[in-house]
């Protein structure tokens, strides 16, 4: 039996037209999928009939992806199955959004950031360069969340004010860990698996637990620095030095 080729329509947030894109249905389950896109150079995506196509270039975006046209994507950068990039976010070069990974409106990557299947990245987060978001991580934007007002009316968006999450450069966050805005993930820092953060971590620090409590010292290597004493840390990988002054961690200077 053969495939049937057809075309799957999806209408865009507030009114926009209406796009199209191929899909299959495969015989023996009738489930649509989205084929992968297998050219790297330039993708043509959000492509209505009566427009020319709107082109990417060095991007690599696969069909079943919602990626608004106000996103801006930094060359090098994929966008993978069912994820979803908002209007106004900023991707920078490099970056890695995985299957179902979710990135808010006006939410800004910096380079080389990898964000993996199925975390939700709401706005107004900002992450630095090389930050690694793991599997099912979720950095909140609302301090106080409740659906509705004290009346019993649907809350609408004027009815509440988003707070961010900030992570810095090389910092990475565990799979199904959750950052509760408003925090701030220091430098190289990590954050361990199913960790829930509700305060600001300091650069280079091992976090872990509820509440995320810092349990040691990671280096830029991501390995767990060892205590050579008088407060001097050492990375087992690269033998790499750290100096610790009064719970906070610098890298010793050549």
């Known amino acids: 039996m053969k495939s049937r080729i057809g075309t799957a329509i999806s209408q865009e947030r507030r009114g926009r037209s209406s796009e199209r894109c191929t899909v299959c249905i495969v015989p023996w389950c009738g489930v649509p999928f989205a084929p992968r896109l297998r050219r790297v150079d330039s993708v043509v995506v959000n492509a209505p009939d009566q427009h020319a196509p709107v082109t990417r270039e060095n991007v690599r975006i696969v069909h079943s992806a919602d990626v608004s046209d106000d996103a801006i994507l930094g060359v090098g950068s994929s966008v993978w199955h069912l994820a979803q990039v908002r209007e106004g976010a900023r991707l920078g070069s490099g970056c890695i959004i995985g299957r179902g990974a979710y990135i808010g409106t006006g939410v800004v990557l910096g380079d080389n950031c990898k964000v993996q299947n199925y975390a939700l990245v709401y706005e107004p987060a900002v992450l630095g360069d090389g930050v690694f978001i793991g599997p099912a991580v979720v950095l909140t934007n609302d301090t106080y969340p409740r659906a509705i007002n ?12 988003p707070v961010g999450v900030t992570i810095k450069r090389g910092a990475a966050i565990g799979a199904r860990a959750t950052c509760v805005a408003p925090v701030t993930i220091g430098e190289w820092a990590t954050v361990a698996a199913g960790a829930v953060v509700v305060k600001d971590v300091p650069d280079y620090a091992l976090v872990a637990g509820v509440p995320a409590k810092r349990i040691g010292w990671v280096g830029k290597a991501g390995f767990r620095l060892e205590d050579i004493g008088d407060g001097v840390w050492k990375c087992p990988e690269t033998d ?4 610790e002054v009064e719970g906070h961690l610098t890298e010793e200077s050549n």
């Open 150 to 161: 004290p009346d019993g009316s649907l809350k609408s968006a004027h009815d509440w004010e």
């Open 240 to 243: 790499a030095r750290y100096v």
